[in-house]
DNA sequence: CTGAAAGCGCTTACAG
DNA sequence: CTGAAAGCGCTTACAG
């Protein structure tokens, strides 16, 4: 049977009585003022059995925890939080959620923020909004830090956090005058690694499907792609550039327009990522008809799993997600628990490595 | 000019004074009270000006803005939500993330949800965990309401909601034994529709790629096909059925040990999810080197764009999640305002329609 | 270890 | 329309 709090003077009836007539429904929550006097012990005695670290007897909090187990009473967050000013609640702001790389990213972040006892409350940036009217959003909502993903933020906003001080970390992208903290994989040098492969793999004409053109990474691979091209030799009219949006319908209309018959087909196409990079090789395969890497070579960057599928077996850069979410995580930590911020804001760069598949074969 | 504040007690100044030194940060936080001496009104009526339709003139709000904007104030929804316990946030608990599908759905539900005025909240509930323990932390942060997708949950959990007095509305998946609201697709009705489009093309033979076994959907999906098939004459040996656990691995793993060679194939594939259905096609173009729908057709559910690129042509059958999202936050929002529920559990269900493509031609 | 008390930053009757 | 005051449900010095 349940233990009997009417005399607590809480009200506890459910919804319908026994002939089926509608009650009004309990809203009545639980407090530590009601488990404390169901125990008999002072209401801050209960808020300690819930706070780790705190000292209190282990009887007392045995007979507190099960008061609270019988009451189904669950802490308020919100008054605690008060208190602290700390949420426990990191805001993970995201661009670009067509591209599968960053769901597994927002995924990445989610387990691993989840696993050190933060909530996450995610944002979706749509193209056209402005990721600073986000910002403001999660400012108002208190988090603990923020962690900013293919986003542009302005100056203004930056200094809104830093005010506050709310961390904010750069996931894969960072801000030319800004000086924040950012994990990033090294964009220049995965470029660059991919100009040398295509250049050794025999192309000397090449196409770039480029992405974002307000991001870094983008612009920093497609920088890398063409320097290591020029040091080999190849004229900077060979290396052909498109602006495809990022994603697999950009793309796709990139190539549509640039590609419509077979015969101008450079020797490689590299897409600035994998999804960009699998939208070229549905059109040359399906709509140009031409075999990859017989006719054409193809590579992308970020070694998505649905590059990696059968029909792609896309070669490309891999972009080591975990260990990137760590490092951020870390760099998160520090803002946090260090007061005054070291002078020098602190980068991460992750490198990438190549993942041979088809459509580039291994020499 | 930036206003001086010094003289209202708020400490300011930057991390770094001009000799390169560092400094303590700021992180003294405006309250209203600040605001309430700056514009030199009442705390009150600070909180007023933030709070629409409460009863202020106009110049006194216009002044109190002015002078919240003077010292970038951003007003505390953590202390608000202690008052008017409404948090204005929204959990949204995932499964099945791995499936483009609700990665589409949460970013539906994310963008409605911001629309009118929440935050969200999104909880992914990993393979082996249950979202039971996260309902549990989803309760301490004083959530308005929840949405559940893609997941199991215990009756314990969900009349721990409903004595809190938060609304639970189920998308796309129903608890049996559970009188909470639902919005779903007519899966069984789709599932159908399938078996008689795939008989009328000519199938005799079938085989089903199966998804979660304890979730609702691909069981009635499932059982919708069958029917269907069995009404039309098939005896049920020539359906075969195979688990594949909803995802492209899970599916193509599940062609490979079934399929090893083409002679075994059956007329007919329903994925019933359209990941699944794509990595058939897949097994069966680059594996076993056979064409669609020549050799074999295939079709899925739910229509994610991969599926409707051109490498897969898949026909498949539509889940409008727009309108499916949109009745979800209605019967929340219904939740959220009525006091006493309606007897009967809300219950929507949007029906799907078929969309063709190639992998099964239009007769 | 434990309780009484102040306080976190707001909202909202209650009087004017 | 507006201010003083109580209170939302916790945490945390402060004394014992």
């Known amino acids: 049977m349940r233990f009997d709090i009417a005399h607590l003077g809480l009200f506890t009836y459910s919804n319908r009585d026994e002939a089926g007539e509608l009650m009004p429904r309990n809203k009545t929550t639980v407090t530590s003022h009601d488990v404390a006097r169901l125990a008999g012990v002072s209401q801050a005695s209960v808020s300690r059995a819930f706070t780790p670290g705190s000292s209190l007897s282990p009887e007392k909090r045995e007979k507190i925890l099960k008061a609270a187990d019988q009451l189904d009473y669950i802490p308020n967050?919100?008054?605690?939080?008060l208190n602290t000013a700390r949420t426990n609640t990191v805001a993970l702001v995201i661009g670009d959620i067509d591209n599968p790389f960053?769901?597994?990213?927002?995924?990445?972040?989610?387990?691993?923020?989840?696993?050190?006892g933060y909530q996450t409350l995610t944002f979706t940036v749509e193209p056209e909004a402005s990721p600073d009217e986000a910002i403001r959003r999660v400012l108002r909502f208190r988090v603990d830090g923020i962690i900013l993903t293919a986003a542009q933020l302005s100056t203004r906003t930056a200094s809104l956090c830093e005010d506050r001080g709310i961390p904010l970390v750069l996931f894969?992208?960072?801000?030319?005058?800004?000086e924040l903290p950012v994990v990033r994989c090294d964009n220049f040098g995965g470029g660059k690694l991919m100009g040398q492969t295509l250049y050794a793999a025999g192309a000397r004409t090449f196409s770039v499907l480029k992405g974002d053109p307000l991001g870094t990474t983008s612009k920093d691979r497609v920088e890398g792609f063409q320097m290591s091209l020029l040091e080999q030799g190849i004229r900077s009219e060979a290396i052909e550039t498109l602006e495809a949006g990022s994603t697999y319908d950009g793309a796709f209309a990139a190539m549509e327009a640039r590609y419509p018959s077979a015969e101008d087909l450079p020797d490689a196409?590299?897409?600035?990522?994998?999804?960009?990079?699998?939208?070229?090789?549905?059109?040359?395969?399906?709509r140009l008809g031409k075999a990859i890497p017989a006719d054409v070579l193809v590579a992308g960057f970020d070694?998505?799993?649905?590059?990696?599928?059968?029909?792609?077996?896309?070669?490309?850069?891999e972009q080591p997600i975990d260990a990137m979410v760590t490092e951020a995580l870390e760099l998160l930590d520090d803002e946090l628990n260090e007061e005054p911020r070291s002078s020098i804001p602190t980068?991460?760069?992750v490198p990438s490595s190549l993942v041979w598949r088809d459509t580039v074969p291994r020499p």
């Not at 590059?307 to 792609?312: L, T, W």
């Open 77 to 81: 967050s919100i008054a605690s939080s």
């Open 102 to 116: 960053y769901v597994r990213v927002q995924r990445a972040f989610m387990t691993a923020l989840q696993n050190r």
């Open 172 to 178: 894969n992208r960072y801000i030319p005058g800004l």
């Open 269 to 286: 196409i590299f897409g600035v990522n994998d999804i960009m990079a699998m939208a070229a090789c549905d059109w040359i395969r399906h």
């Open 303 to 317: 070694n998505i799993p649905e590059g990696g599928r059968i029909a792609y077996g896309l070669t490309t850069l």
């Open 347 to 349: 980068e991460r760069i």
